[in-house]
């Protein structure tokens, strides 16, 4: 039963992400949900056209019973990462620098090296606009996947502009359909 729930997540986020992106492809808002498609940019914010729904706050991430709040000053003075990655929806090729986001959730208790029933970790990160994703705690843990997962505060040496003050940004992923623009919350969770 546990398995069946997890996977029923995983394939609807999945299945999210890939309906939202046929929408978009098809100029048509996704029905159900917030009508900022994959990788939490409508084709308003594309062409610089829209604002975000709520201003940017801090980052506010969530496990259990402990939480934490990150301002963009803080999180400025954490030890940072830069990766290079090419965005499908820009077409070129971008450098992100920020902090890896296992680090942020370490202190919180989630585990760096996960096993067994850490494995059923999953986290939910949110932009100001209401855009969501789904990312499973190996897909966070550099133990486990090579991929990085950062939360950027810079792009190309220079602030986030209409995308920030903090994004999330995952190497190894063909489009930016979960890079999070303007991220707000972070909550982890465990499947059942």
């Known amino acids: ?86 965005n499908e929806h820009a077409k070129a090729s971008q450098t992100y620098s920020g902090v890896l986001l296992i680090e942020l959730l370490k202190p919180l208790g989630v585990v760096e090296k996960p096993h067994g029933k850490d494995f059923r970790l999953y986290l939910v990160a949110e932009g100001s606009d209401g855009y969501q994703v789904v990312y499973s705690v190996g897909e966070v843990t550099p133990d486990i996947h090579d991929g990085t997962v950062l939360v950027a505060d810079a792009m190309d040496g220079k602030g986030l502009g209409d995308n920030g003050p903090l994004q999330l940004v995952a190497t190894g992923e063909k489009r930016p359909a979960r890079w999070v623009r303007n991220l707000v919350a972070i909550r982890v969770k465990t499947a059942e």
């Open 1 to 86: 039963m546990r398995m069946r729930v997890w996977a029923t997540v995983v394939l609807y986020g999945l299945s999210v992400g890939t309906i939202g992106a046929r929408a978009q492809s098809q100029g048509q808002p996704m029905r159900g949900t917030p009508t900022t498609p994959v990788g939490g940019m409508s084709a308003e914010h594309r062409m610089g056209m829209g604002k975000p729904a709520v201003p940017a706050g801090p980052l506010k991430i969530k496990f259990g019973d402990k939480s934490a709040e990150w301002t963009p000053t803080q999180l400025a003075a954490l030890p940072h990462q830069t990766v290079t990655v090419f």
